[in-house]
């Protein structure tokens, strides 16, 4: 049968007066409930913009979108704005980075939260009201009773985030998407928050999709890795196969940067050098290329002339990676940083 969630194709381009801005140009993946994908990438990978669009937040705007998003097999990209209001906010959710973004400074916590759930549910407001506090005590805040009645600005932090994840699942979402949920937490909130999201995931039997520039973040929680750059997809498997034996350079790139100790953002060890590409003029060849320290591996200057194919890893099950390195090439260069 068809997958819960089957993205193919994907293409998300805004028009500017520079040239188009190919934000998302190609990308599929697909998400069973139960499961969660993490898409990881640094900032203008085209992470957060393919999520917008499983929102269908582009319609109304100038973004062309293309390809298909089915969800349980309808395409939420032919979708009109009236039916994608529908499964907003009921069948697919989001956390935000910032839950002041998502939260009003005005009103309560409990209030918006009965809120979100009433735009989808008749129910009384006494029974919003009850659904909410049964929402803030299951994603752990304290006296959810009394807490309900609090504006936003009395939270700390970590149960804002708390709050607004609350609010993301009133409507038991089939599908949840979570937005660098955790990056402007400290280390020991962040960690609680996986925590609780990989809980309720498992209680509300969700699909869960992660967004975050940190691997470190999917390492523990994802079943699956997309890897993004310049709106591609370069490498996509499950977590066991992409961290065990990544295959692209960029890869290579972020788990080199991922901090010993978890979270220790001082000690993070090889950044990638340079920056991310322009969207609207991508580098030729590979993408990455004037990034690579590995092309010189790549005979006849390869790289910076022909787009690699995103190939199947040999021995796995659904690995797969763009990059012109040879299985061989691969062995000895991993050979060589061991012994380094
Ligand atoms: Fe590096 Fe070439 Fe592989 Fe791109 S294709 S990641 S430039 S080695
Ligand atoms: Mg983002």
């Known amino acids: 049968s068809a997958p819960f969630l089957d993205v193919r194709d994907l293409r998300v381009h805004f028009p500017t007066e520079d040239g188009i801005v190919k934000s998302v140009d190609g990308v599929s993946f697909a998400l069973e409930k139960g499961r969660t994908l993490g898409i990881v990438g640094e900032s203008g990978?085209?992470?957060?913009?393919?999520?917008?669009?499983?929102?269908?937040?582009?319609?109304?705007?100038?973004?062309?979108?293309?390809?298909?998003?089915?969800?349980?097999?309808?395409?939420?990209?032919?979708?009109?704005?009236?039916?994608?209001?529908?499964?907003?906010?009921?069948?697919?959710?989001?956390?935000?980075?910032?839950?002041?973004?998502?939260?009003?400074?005005?009103?309560?916590?409990?209030?918006?939260?009965?809120?979100?759930?009433q735009v989808h549910h008749k129910v009384s407001r006494k029974e919003a009201r009850d659904r909410a506090v049964e929402m803030l005590k299951r994603v752990g805040i304290p006296q959810p009773d009394r807490r309900a009645k609090d504006y936003p600005h009395q939270f700390s932090g970590g149960m804002r985030q708390r709050a607004m994840i609350a609010m993301a699942l009133v409507c038991d979402p089939a599908l949840l998407i979570a937005d660098e949920p955790t990056t402007a937490l400290d280390v020991t909130v962040q960690a609680q928050i996986l925590d609780l999201i990989r809980d309720l995931q498992e209680e509300f039997g969700s699909a869960v999709i992660l967004i975050t520039h940190d691997l470190g973040v999917v390492a523990d929680i994802a079943d699956d890795i997309l890897v993004m750059y310049g709106g591609r997809r370069i490498e996509?498997?499950?977590?066991?196969?992409?961290?065990?034996?990544?295959?692209?350079?960029?890869t290579w790139g972020l788990l080199e940067s991922m901090p010993h100790i978890a979270g220790d953002v001082d000690r993070r060890l090889n950044p990638i050098a340079g920056s991310p590409?322009?969207?609207?003029?991508?580098?030729?060849?590979?993408?990455?290329?004037?990034?690579?320290?590995?092309?010189?591996?790549?005979?006849?200057?390869?790289?910076?002339?022909?787009?690699?194919?995103?190939?199947?890893v040999a021995g796995t099950d659904r690995h797969i990676a763009a990059c012109h390195l040879t299985a061989e090439t691969k062995q000895e260069i991993r050979g060589r940083r061991t012994a380094q």
């Open 45 to 117: 990978s085209g992470k957060s913009v393919t999520s917008l669009a499983l929102l269908g937040l582009h319609k109304g705007t100038r973004a062309q979108v293309s390809g298909e998003i089915r969800l349980e097999g309808r395409d939420l990209v032919a979708l009109p704005e009236h039916d994608m209001r529908e499964l907003r906010g009921r069948t697919v959710s989001m956390i935000f980075q910032d839950p002041l973004s998502a939260l009003h400074p005005y009103f309560t916590v409990g209030a918006q939260i009965a809120e979100a759930y």
């Open 236 to 250: 996509y498997g499950s977590v066991r196969d992409v961290l065990t034996q990544p295959e692209h350079p960029y």
């Open 277 to 312: 590409p322009s969207l609207i003029d991508l580098p030729s060849g590979c993408a990455f290329h004037p990034r690579c320290t590995f092309k010189g591996w790549v005979p006849d200057g390869l790289c910076a002339v022909e787009r690699p194919e995103l190939l199947a």
